[in-house]
Each structure stands twice: as structure tokens, then as C-alpha cells.
């Protein structure tokens, strides 16, 4: 199956083989099975619904993918690889979950921080030779900035050092980092690959067998396993996904455009436009601009606020990558006080673009008004 496309691959991947099977891998929660078979407790040897959701991705990445928890269990079980004393290396624009494992394990000692901007590919360059992981996130949340991933992933790097790259907002149809030479790629689950605002649960992808066998060991004993239910619901979301980005993103475009011929609006961020800085690498590297959008709305916190408590189609939430529209201001969450106070972050939904652009404009108006 591995000639089919990746839209193809995402629906025909990890199904039961056997005559008489079902479709689906069916929801089947166990905690233990009946010795003498290849699975003796789940914790340690997963299920059968795991490996579905393991294959499909792994597939599309082109590694072997793990899944956790959720994102942040992922993201932990990378830091689990790392020796002691190492030296570390973020994205001045990251998520800030990530940010906040790095830095408490830095004030405990267990290793040291440095942060790089997203677009300075020469320090990202002079860092890997001294770095044991480098974590790169593009595009990055919530500034969407865009890494010269294949430039970095090129560098000479330390010895046994780690590049990953949390492809979230990308998605594994929009890019691929293991094919521009990453080590890792993660993804919050949670997001784009389930699709519906429903489950949590995270993957690691790699070609490296070590690595994997790390991840795995340590799913296994920090219990950072997910449930039955919630990947059985990202495998169904996921036969979607090709569809669902697809629109999202073409919409993403259009609302892009229209909220920076807007007055009320200051700076637009999304991928996709000309005008965005590191748009250039972005139309190189990404099979797709995606689905998220970040803006200032003139006015401040204040304009802000008013703007996501009139929205009544777009959802004012936070997370990304479902079907549903969500919209908040990024500035507003604890930890996330450095981002500028009007900055709104848009994650586009499969929505008609008319009627979400109907919404912003009419929330705009009462915004006004009140
Ligand atoms: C949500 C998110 C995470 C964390 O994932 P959880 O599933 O919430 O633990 C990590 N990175 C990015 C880019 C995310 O959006």
C-alpha cells in the first residue's frame, strides 16, 4: 500500500485484514489479556486499536510512531531520552506547554535553555553542533513563523544530539520532517489528527530504533498511555483529515486576505499571505499554508475581548484543528502574558468562509457598539 497517496493512505491504512473482520478496528477497552498470547497488560503491550492509529501515521511520516497520552506525554517522553546536563535548544515562539516542561526540569537542573527565534536559521545552525536536542516548532504557535526546516536538519549536530520538530499545525499532509532530515516528529493528536474537539492523545514518529524503543519504555513506565476510546475516535478522525484541511486551510486563505483589508485589524499573521515574514520558506517547505490565523485587532485586550465574547459561530475557545471554528486571545492565558494583549488566535473550521467571515464582521459591529 505504500505507492498510494497520502489521502488515500489515511483512509486505506491500519484496518483489520482477516475475511470476516470488521472495517474498523473495533473499540475493545482491556486492561489485561489471557496469558499465553502476545499481550499481557496493556501498559506495556498496547492494544490492538493503538497500532492503527501508530501504523497510519507512521506510515504517512515515514517512521515508526508512538502514541501517548496526549501531546505533552509525548513531548515529556522526548525529554526522557535526554543525557544529563544537556544543553537544549527552543523556539523563542513556541507552545507553551513545551516551554514550561523545558524550563521547570532547567531550574531543577536537569539540563540547560536557550532559546533561538524561529526564522534565525544561522544561530539554529550554530546551535545543533553544540546541542544535544534541538526543538523546533513550525509553523510556530501562535506567531506562525516558519523554520527553515531542511536548512537546520542539513547542519552538522552533536554527536547522539536530537532534532524534533512539533508538526501540529502542519500536520503530516502539510509536512513531513522526517523526510527533511529531523529525528522526531511530534504531534498533538489532539488537535488536527482527531479533528473534533474530543479526545487527547499525542505521537512520536522516528526512523531511529533506539529512539523509538526510548519512547516506548517510557509510555511504559510513566503510564503515559492513551485510552481505547480516544484513539479509536483519532483513527475515525483522521480518515477525514485530507478532507477537512483542505477546505479549513482554502478558507484560511480567503478570511487571511479579507481581515487585512479590514480597518479594524492591525497585523495579519498567516503563512500564506505575501506579506507574512517568513512566507517565502513557508510556500517552499509546506505542501499547505494550514488553517490557523493569528491577528491584532486595534483597540488592544479590550477590542480583543469584545470581539471573542460576540462570536456565536466561531466558538470562543481554546485548542485548534477541528471542525469547528475556535477563537481566543492567546495574551489572555496564564504564562502567555509576553504576546502582544491584542493578538487573537483563528482556528479556521470547515465552515463556509462566508459565514465565518459574517461572524467576525457582525461581532466587529456589536463589539462597537457595546
Ligand atoms: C496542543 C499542543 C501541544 C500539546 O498537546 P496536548 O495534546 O494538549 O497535550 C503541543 N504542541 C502544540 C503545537 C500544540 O498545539
Same mark, same amino acid.
Request: proline share 5%; hydrophobic share 40%; glycine share 10%.
Given at each position: 500500500?505504500?505507492?498510494?497517496?497520502?489521502?488515500?493512505?489515511?483512509?486505506?491504512?491500519?484496518?483489520?485484514?482477516?475475511?470476516?473482520?470488521?472495517?474498523?478496528?473495533?473499540?475493545?477497552?482491556?486492561?489485561?489479556?489471557?496469558?499465553?498470547?502476545?499481550?499481557?497488560?496493556?501498559?506495556?503491550?498496547?492494544? =490492538?486499536?493503538?497500532?492503527?492509529?501508530?501504523?497510519?501515521?507512521?506510515?504517512?511520516?515515514?517512521?515508526?510512531?508512538?502514541?501517548?497520552?496526549?501531546?505533552?506525554?509525548?513531548?515529556?517522553?522526548?525529554? @526522557?531520552?535526554?543525557?544529563?546536563?544537556?544543553?537544549?535548544?527552543?523556539?523563542?515562539?513556541?507552545?507553551?506547554?513545551?516551554?514550561?516542561?523545558?524550563?521547570?526540569?532547567?531550574?531543577?537542573?536537569?539540563?540547560?535553555?536557550?532559546?533561538?527565534?524561529?526564522? @534565525?536559521?544561522?544561530?539554529?545552525?550554530?546551535?545543533?553542533?553544540?546541542? @544535544?536536542?534541538?526543538?523546533?516548532?513550525?509553523?510556530?504557535? =501562535?506567531?506562525?513563523?516558519?523554520?527553515?526546516?531542511?536548512?537546520?536538519?542539513?547542519?552538522?549536530?552533536? =554527536?547522539?544530539?536530537?532534532?524534533?520538530?512539533?508538526?501540529?499545525?502542519?500536520?503530516?499532509?502539510?509536512?513531513?520532517?522526517?523526510?527533511?532530515?529531523?529525528?522526531?516528529?511530534?504531534?498533538?493528536?489532539?488537535?488536527?489528527?482527531?479533528?473534533?474537539?474530543?479526545?487527547?492523545?499525542?505521537?512520536?514518529?522516528?526512523?531511529?530504533?533506539?529512539?523509538?524503543?526510548?519512547?516506548?519504555?517510557?509510555?511504559?513506565?510513566?503510564?503515559?498511555?492513551?485510552?481505547?476510546?480516544?484513539?479509536?475516535?483519532?483513527?475515525?478522525?483522521?480518515?477525514?483529515?485530507?478532507?477537512?484541511?483542505?477546505?479549513?486551510?482554502?478558507?484560511?486563505?480567503?478570511?487571511?486576505?479579507?481581515?487585512?483589508?479590514?480597518?479594524?485589524?492591525?497585523?495579519?499573521?498567516? =503563512?500564506?499571505?505575501?506579506?507574512?515574514?517568513?512566507?517565502?520558506?513557508?510556500?517552499?517547505?509546506?505542501?499547505?499554508?494550514?488553517?490557523?490565523?493569528?491577528?491584532?485587532?486595534?483597540?488592544?485586550?479590550?477590542?480583543?475581548?469584545?470581539?471573542?465574547?460576540?462570536?456565536?459561530?466561531?466558538?470562543?475557545?481554546?485548542?485548534?484543528?477541528?471542525?469547528?471554528?475556535?477563537?481566543?486571545?492567546?495574551?489572555?492565558?496564564?504564562?502567555?502574558?509576553?504576546?502582544?494583549?491584542?493578538?487573537?488566535?483563528?482556528?479556521?473550521?470547515?465552515?463556509?468562509?462566508?459565514?465565518?467571515?459574517?461572524?467576525?464582521?457582525?461581532?466587529?459591529?456589536?463589539?462597537?457598539?457595546?
Amino acid at each position: 500500500m505504500n505507492k498510494l497517496t497520502p489521502e488515500s493512505w489515511l483512509v486505506a491504512a491500519g484496518r483489520p485484514e482477516a475475511a470476516g473482520s470488521p472495517l474498523n478496528e473495533p473499540l475493545a477497552p482491556a486492561s489485561n489479556f489471557t496469558l499465553g498470547g502476545e499481550r499481557i497488560y496493556t501498559r506495556d503491550s498496547g492494544a =490492538p486499536g493503538w497500532e492503527s492509529l501508530e501504523t497510519i501515521i507512521g506510515g504517512l511520516e515515514g517512521g515508526q510512531a508512538t502514541v501517548f497520552s496526549s501531546g505533552m506525554a509525548a513531548v515529556a517522553a522526548v525529554f @526522557d531520552q535526554l543525557p544529563s546536563a544537556a544543553q537544549i535548544v527552543l523556539p523563542d515562539d513556541c507552545y507553551h506547554g513545551v516551554s514550561e516542561l523545558a524550563g521547570t526540569g532547567e531550574s531543577k537542573g536537569f539540563w540547560q535553555l536557550r532559546r533561538v527565534p524561529v526564522d @534565525d536559521t544561522e544561530q539554529w545552525i550554530s546551535a545543533a553542533e553544540e546541542s @544535544d536536542l534541538l526543538w523546533l516548532e513550525s509553523p510556530s504557535n =501562535p506567531l506562525l513563523s516558519v523554520a527553515d526546516l531542511r536548512s537546520i536538519c542539513a547542519a552538522p549536530r552533536k =554527536p547522539g544530539a536530537i532534532l524534533a520538530v512539533d508538526n501540529t499545525f502542519a500536520t503530516p499532509l502539510n509536512q513531513r520532517p522526517l523526510e527533511l532530515g529531523a529525528d522526531i516528529s511530534m504531534h498533538s493528536a489532539t488537535k488536527f489528527i482527531g479533528g473534533h474537539s474530543d479526545l487527547l492523545a499525542g505521537l512520536l514518529v522516528t526512523t531511529k530504533s533506539g529512539l523509538d524503543a526510548g519512547f516506548r519504555k517510557s509510555r511504559t513506565i510513566n503510564g503515559a498511555i492513551p485510552g481505547a476510546l480516544e484513539v479509536f475516535l483519532a483513527v475515525r478522525g483522521l480518515r477525514t483529515l485530507a478532507l477537512r484541511l483542505a477546505k479549513a486551510q482554502d478558507s484560511a486563505l480567503r478570511l487571511a486576505r479579507w481581515l487585512q483589508s479590514r480597518d479594524w485589524t492591525e497585523c495579519v499573521r498567516y =503563512p500564506g499571505l505575501e506579506t507574512h515574514p517568513t512566507h517565502q520558506i513557508a510556500a517552499q517547505q509546506l505542501g499547505g499554508f494550514g488553517t490557523m490565523i493569528s491577528f491584532d485587532v486595534a483597540g488592544g485586550a479590550t477590542a480583543a475581548d469584545a470581539l471573542c465574547r460576540n462570536v456565536k459561530l466561531i466558538r470562543h475557545a481554546t485548542s485548534l484543528g477541528s471542525v469547528e471554528s475556535t477563537m481566543e486571545r492567546r495574551g489572555a492565558v496564564p504564562g502567555q502574558e509576553h504576546l502582544p494583549g491584542s493578538l487573537l488566535r483563528l482556528s479556521v473550521g470547515i465552515e463556509s468562509w462566508e459565514d465565518i467571515r459574517a461572524d467576525l464582521e457582525r461581532a466587529h459591529g456589536h463589539s462597537k457598539v457595546v
